[in-house]
């Protein structure tokens, strides 16, 4: 099977843009998380997508949205974007979401300027 | 609130020593523990969990409910060993989802 493919790999946005990245899960996993990686905050998660419904949503401000679509895959959207944000963003698919294991994909780095 | 801790940022051993590293957790239900390994230039990717009592690449690792830890074990480092390792909880409480902790870099010297 493929695994967990992200789109693009790498961007450079200025302040106040906007960005969305996407990503495919493996085939017949229905469930995507979002993860935001830095070197200070290591792995934050930023939501959970099952079904094209969010279950869960981490702690993170509105600016930051999602969305799934009937074939699993998913986007996420940061508006207005903030230096603060250069991150690695990882998404991660399983079969049904919950306490399933999770399967990466390579991240797509974001940088801000 | 609910957290994992991974007290050492870095652990170097030398080739056939044992290692261990720490994990402890914070969660008022029952936990479903992991330990995810990231090798250089590769994915993050699940090493084990506890709740499948594996042994994989010869690492172990127990859940101990007392101390609140779930400390990766394995009786001989090997130089392929090296990577970073993250310990995570999965919760149910308010929605599923994993915390991570922030990581143990393992250098495992020859």
């Known amino acids: 099977k493929a695994g967990v493919t992200q789109t693009p790999r790498y961007l450079i946005k200025t302040r106040g843009q906007q960005v969305t990245l996407s990503c495919s899960p493996i085939s017949g996993h229905r469930s995507v998380s979002w993860y935001q990686q830095t070197p200070g905050q290591g792995l934050q998660f930023l939501f959970e997508y099952f079904s094209e419904t969010q279950r869960n949503k981490g702690n993170f401000p509105g600016r930051f949205s999602g969305r799934q679509f009937s074939n699993s895959r998913s986007e996420m959207n940061v508006s207005t974007l903030e230096l603060g944000d250069s991150a690695l963003y990882l998404c991660?698919?399983?079969?049904?979401?919950?306490?399933?294991?999770?399967?990466f994909g390579p991240g797509t780095r974001l940088t801000v300027l | 609130a609910q957290r994992v801790t991974q007290p050492e940022k870095l652990l170097s051993v030398f080739k056939g020593a044992p290692v261990e590293l720490k994990c402890n957790y914070s969660y008022s239900g029952s936990p479903e523990l992991f330990w995810y390994v990231q090798y250089s230039r590769q994915r993050l990717q699940l090493l084990l969990r506890h709740i499948s009592r594996e042994s994989i690449k010869g690492f172990t690792a127990d859940l101990n409910k007392g101390e609140t830890s779930f400390h990766l074990k394995k009786p001989f480092a090997q130089e392929e060993d090296s990577a970073m390792y993250y310990c995570?909880?999965?919760?149910?409480?308010?929605?599923?989802?994993?915390?991570f902790g922030a990581g143990t870099r393992l250098f495992v010297k020859a």
């Open positions: 991660a698919s399983s079969l049904t979401g919950g306490l399933d294991t999770q399967y």
């Open positions: 995570a909880l999965g919760q149910c409480l308010g929605g599923f989802k994993t915390i």
